[in-house]
T-cell receptor, first 111, second 114 residues
């Protein structure tokens, strides 16, 4: 699976949009981009995933560049409860496919 | 939907004893479950992949005789840490693959070995 690069930390004011970038320049055509987050001392929570089209659900939006070499996770109105480590993971779907966690981005939402 | 539970949420045991951790998919069937370990201030590390009705596949460096995995049904996988030692103290997290290949994670089990 392709490697991803994320900034180690970001800050965001409550109520503002949080835009978390991820670089995956070696992504293959059949690899999906997944986003998870981990709130302190909890298991990771699935947020969203996509292949090449932009995706939106009740939690966030995922914007994937046309060349698929990078993506951005957008939390439209960040709250204090969104403070967590956010992981961008690239993987091929399939029964043998594993999730490999990097170091992620620690998002701190402040008042 | 797609809820995964773990039991217990935390456990303290004496060195040399064995500890069993259960992982259940509550509202879906999972032919594949995964076990991860996370040390303080580190990322999750995959330990093994568990397939229902077959032997688990362990990642390099993970002792299969120490970390016993049983995936006896489509909704239950267990991890047994045998002869636990203080260095096995960690946060153990399972995940289950739902339809469409997305993995959903349990809340984790914190193991402390004295």
């Amino acid at each position: 699976d392709a490697k991803t690069t994320q900034p180690p930390s970001m800050d965001c004011a409550e109520g503002r949009a949080a835009n978390l970038p991820c670089n995956h320049s070696t992504i293959s055509g059949n690899e999906y981009v997944y986003w998870y987050r981990q709130i302190h001392s909890q298991g990771p929570q699935y947020i969203i995933h996509g292949l090449k089209n932009n995706e939106t659900n009740e939690m966030a939006s995922l914007i994937i560049t046309e060349d698929r070499k990078s993506s951005t996770l957008i939390l439209p109105h960040a709250t204090l409860r969104d403070t967590a480590v956010y992981y961008c993971i690239v993987r091929v779907d399939g029964t043998a496919s594993k999730l490999t966690f990097g170091t992620g981005t620690r998002l701190q939402v402040t008042l | 939907g797609a809820v995964v539970s773990q039991h217990p949420s935390w456990v303290i045991c004496k060195s040399g004893t064995s500890v069993k951790i259960e992982c259940r998919s509550l509202d879906f069937q999972a032919t594949t479950m995964f076990w991860y370990r996370q040390f303080p201030k580190q990322s999750l590390m995959l330990m093994a992949t568990s397939n229902e009705g077959s032997k688990a596949t362990y990642e390099q460096g993970v002792e299969k005789d120490k970390f016993l995995i049983n995936h006896a049904s489509l909704t239950l996988s267990t991890l047994t840490v045998t002869s636990a030692h203080p260095e096995d103290s960690s946060f153990y997290i399972c995940s289950a693959r739902a339809n469409g290949d997305t993995q959903y994670f349990g809340p984790g089990t914190r193991l402390t070995v004295l």
